[in-house]
């Protein structure tokens, strides 16, 4: 596990904090990446996530409700196989939901505790 943690890819959504929270709180050998569609650059609409959400409600409630998802119980399940040679895996994609400081936090503890 912390061969993946070590080698992580945080995305963002573009917004007018963005660029201070990640100068503030990520280090400089992250990879970051801003989230952006193809067709309509950098805006990212409420629309579009209301309808994602209205046809994905069953995920929402799972990631929503309390003890319903948890990366922790994830990556150590998923980590001997993602960590192994043959899985090719580079390193982990993180979606911030913009929640920069409170992830690379997370990381850090996850990384400590992977240490000990």
Same mark, same amino acid.
């Given at each position: 596990?912390?061969? $993946?943690? #070590? !080698?992580?890819?945080?995305? =963002?959504?573009?917004?007018? #904090? *963005?660029?201070?929270? =990640?100068?503030?709180?990520?280090? !400089? ?7 952006? #569609? +193809?067709?309509?650059? +950098?805006?990212? @609409?409420?629309?579009? #996530?209301?309808?994602? $959400? ?10 929503? *409700?309390?003890? @319903? ?12 196989? $993602?960590?192994? +040679? ?7 994609? =993180?979606? *911030? ?10 990381? !850090? ?8």
């Amino acid at each position: 596990m912390k061969q $993946l943690l #070590s !080698r992580v890819r945080y995305e =963002v959504l573009p917004a007018k #904090s *963005t660029e201070d929270k =990640v100068l503030a709180h990520v280090p !400089r050998d992250v990879v970051i990446t801003v989230t952006a #569609s +193809p067709v309509k650059g +950098p805006k990212i @609409g409420v629309g579009e #996530s209301t309808r994602f $959400l209205a046809k994905h409600a069953s995920w929402f409630v799972r990631l929503a *409700t309390p003890g @319903g998802y948890s990366p922790e119980r994830l990556l150590t399940r998923t980590a001997p196989a $993602l960590a192994a +040679p043959s899985a090719a895996v580079a390193g982990l994609h =993180v979606f *911030t939901f913009n929640q920069i400081a409170e992830t690379e936090r997370w990381r !850090r503890d996850m990384l400590a505790r992977a240490g000990s």
